[in-house]
């Protein structure tokens, strides 16, 4: 069975109304993102970003999962573990959508991560006025989302599924932050078929095999149902 590993960027949470990093709106309430998605930053000004967290975790509440994020829980639906979506994102509109074959390997919004003790209960208040961690009691929640300089999670799973993918799908993403900009070349190294679905080609490292411009929107349940279609196919043929 055609195994397939998806990759998504912010831009296919932009049509449900999550700002991109690097679009014109690139900007964070006024902050560049790699200003405030730092452990320096933090150090240096934990207020302004705990502030910067809470305003997009409080901000998630008032958006859905667009077409794009239904169209994979549905493919997910059809093929099961033969699916897995990796996520640059830390919004939970893929879970919201239905997607449970699913890595974010840049954290998540909806989770704390106590500097006390280590655990990284799921959350969905404030931050900024110190709440007590509720394993330990500690006062050092901070937001468990992977900050430029820090390891992303689970990376040793994303690569072994990647290189033994038939296909990988680039969905929404600049390709400009490290290692997930390295995954297109990492799959077509090991002779995956490679396709992207954004709204402009992004400057990946290596040409997709198929890339194809547009709304994440309009382009995902196209692809989704390209795929369910050869399936099908596929099997009345067996
Ligand atoms: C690390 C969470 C050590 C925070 C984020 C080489 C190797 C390894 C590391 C590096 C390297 N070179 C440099 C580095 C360091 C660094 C890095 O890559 N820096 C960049 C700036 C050069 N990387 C790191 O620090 C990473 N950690 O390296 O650890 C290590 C070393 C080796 C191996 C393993 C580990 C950690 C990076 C994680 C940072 N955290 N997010 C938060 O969200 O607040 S990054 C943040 O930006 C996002 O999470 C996302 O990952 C990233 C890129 O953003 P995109 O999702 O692509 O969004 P963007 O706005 O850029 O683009 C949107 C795209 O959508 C556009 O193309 C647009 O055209 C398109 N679009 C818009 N609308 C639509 C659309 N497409 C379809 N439909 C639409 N409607």
């Known amino acids: 069975m055609t195994r397939i590993v998806v990759l998504t960027?912010?831009?296919?949470?932009?049509?449900?109304?999550?700002?991109?990093?690097?679009?014109?709106?690139?900007?964070?309430?006024?902050?560049?993102?790699?200003?405030?998605?730092?452990?320096?930053?933090?150090?240096?000004?934990?207020?302004?970003?705990?502030?910067?967290?809470?305003?997009?975790?409080?901000?998630?509440?008032?958006?859905?999962?667009?077409?794009?994020?239904?169209?994979?829980?549905?493919?997910e639906g059809a093929i099961g573990g033969d699916l897995l979506v990796v996520t640059q994102n830390v919004d939970d509109l893929h879970e919201r959508a239905g997607s449970r074959n699913l890595v974010h390997m840049h954290g998540e919004l909806r989770r704390a991560l106590c500097l006390a003790c280590g655990s990284r209960p799921a959350w969905d208040e404030d931050l900024i006025d110190r709440p007590a961690c509720p394993d330990c009691g500690e006062r050092m929640l901070r937001p468990d989302v992977v900050w430029f300089g820090e390891m992303p999670y689970e990376l040793g799973r994303i690569e072994n599924a990647v290189v033994a993918a038939d296909v990988f799908v680039s969905i929404g993403t600049s390709g400009a932050v490290y290692p997930a900009a390295g995954y297109v070349a990492l799959a077509s190294a090991f002779g995956v078929r490679t396709v992207e679905l954004n709204l402009e080609p992004s400057d990946a490292a290596v040409p997709f095999d198929d890339a194809r411009a547009g709304r994440a929107s309009e382009l995902v349940p196209a692809w989704v149902d390209e795929v369910l279609s050869a399936r099908r196919a596929g099997a009345e043929r067996r």
């Open 9 to 75: 960027g912010a831009g296919i949470s932009a049509e449900s109304g999550v700002p991109t990093f690097r679009g014109a709106d690139g900007l964070w309430e006024g902050h560049l993102i790699e200003d405030v998605a730092t452990p320096e930053a933090y150090e240096r000004d934990p207020d302004t970003v705990l502030a910067f967290y809470d305003a997009r975790r409080r901000a998630l509440r008032t958006v859905v999962p667009n077409a794009a994020h239904l169209a994979l829980a549905r493919l």
